[in-house]
């Protein structure tokens, strides 16, 4: 019998379970085992692995995070740890390897494939929703939904105390959160990583509201957005995970100070943080974790490999594991022109 190894790498993410499942189900119905690949790359790393069955992914489509773990591990840091992961794939006798992740995880995946030969399939995963190859990634439907219900809960107490609102949420590169529940949530100003913006503009915009009656405001901002004039981002330290990315977030807090200064209207902060990533799945990303995880699998049992899943339109389809398909997508500038519709 075939074995194929699993894995989550990255950030979690909800819908993670949902594609574990799919994968494990999938498998069962072509005679395949799937052997679970414990806290991601490190996991095939250190030889952490677990069988997994029909009965052991039983319950867990509606669970947030990942049964299996994860890790922001880069095998390809150190020569041993790449060693030792190629190792232990042919130690488990693994016929292959399913990644679910984002980017780094994807590119480990890619790498293995282009430079040993190693048979992969990426899932692509991540709330931000920035991985060019796929219209879609799960995770990013629920993180909208939380943010969006976020902001409905703010409006009551900004507009009781009369106050301007600002929220930050997750965006590094890409402003697909902020603008997406920006616009569902009715948010006044929404602040991109795509496009640096003028502070003066932005508290002109809420002065003006507040001139016309408006007394409170709701200000959405990425965590990657930056001041024009300024490349850097705000971080939350400089310290570096193993991909080389620093951890971000801050920008919330210096632009409610700043407003406040300038426009003289009490200003208030909520980050929202890791609550965007966690709990219960959305029915939408549930079902695109779903359809990824079963395709995954077909792919790997007819020998289809190097391949990532994607969504395109409506349809699930297989493309090419391959830079292009992976790296980041930045935000759709003509959605941020609808939303600018709606400042002030």
Not at 81 to 100: S, V
Not at 212 to 223: D, Q, T
């Amino acid at each position: 019998m075939k074995k194929v190894g699993l894995l989550t790498g990255g950030g979690d993410c909800p819908g993670l379970n949902a594609a574990i499942r799919a994968v494990v189900r999938k498998a069962t119905s072509v005679n395949w085992e799937v052997l679970g690949i414990k806290n991601g790359w490190k996991g095939l790393i250190e030889g952490n692995v677990e069988p997994l069955t029909k009965y052991s992914v039983s319950g867990i489509l509606p669970k947030g995070g990942t049964i299996l773990g994860t890790s922001r591990t880069n095998p390809f840091k150190d020569y041993e740890n790449t060693q030792k992961l190629l190792d232990n794939f042919k130690r488990y006798e693994l016929n292959g390897i399913i990644a679910i992740g984002g980017e780094d995880t994807l590119g480990v995946a890619m790498r293995l494939y282009k430079e040993y030969s190693i048979p992969v399939i990426g899932i692509p995963k991540t709330i931000d929703n920035d991985i060019a190859g796929t219209d879609l990634t799960f995770g990013f439907d629920t993180a909208v939904s939380i943010v969006t219900e976020s902001i409905d809960r703010l409006h009551s107490t900004a507009e009781s105390h009369h106050r301007i609102m600002v929220v930050e949420v997750m965006g590094r590169h890409a402003g697909w959160i902020a603008t997406i529940s920006g616009i569902a949530g009715g948010a006044d100003i929404i602040l991109v990583p795509e496009t640096p913006f003028d502070i003066n503009n932005v508290c002109n915009i809420l002065t003006k509201r507040h001139e016309k009656g408006k007394h409170f405001s709701i200000v959405v901002v990425a965590e990657g957005a930056t001041p024009k004039g300024s490349e850097i981002v705000i971080t939350q330290s400089n310290q570096k995970d193993e991909f080389g990315h620093v951890r971000l977030g801050g920008i919330g807090s210096v632009l409610a100070q700043e407003i406040e200064k300038r426009t003289g209207i009490e200003t208030r902060v909520t980050i929202l943080g890791y609550i965007q990533r966690g709990g219960t799945p959305t029915a939408f990303d549930r079902v695109l974790a779903t359809r990824y995880g079963v395709l995954a699998m077909e792919l790997m049992a007819k020998g289809e490999v190097g391949k990532m899943v994607a969504l395109r339109g409506n349809k699930v389809i297989a493309i090419d594991l391959d830079k292009d398909a992976v790296k980041p997508k930045t935000l759709d500038m003509e959605l941020y022109k609808v939303a600018e519709l709606f400042f002030g």
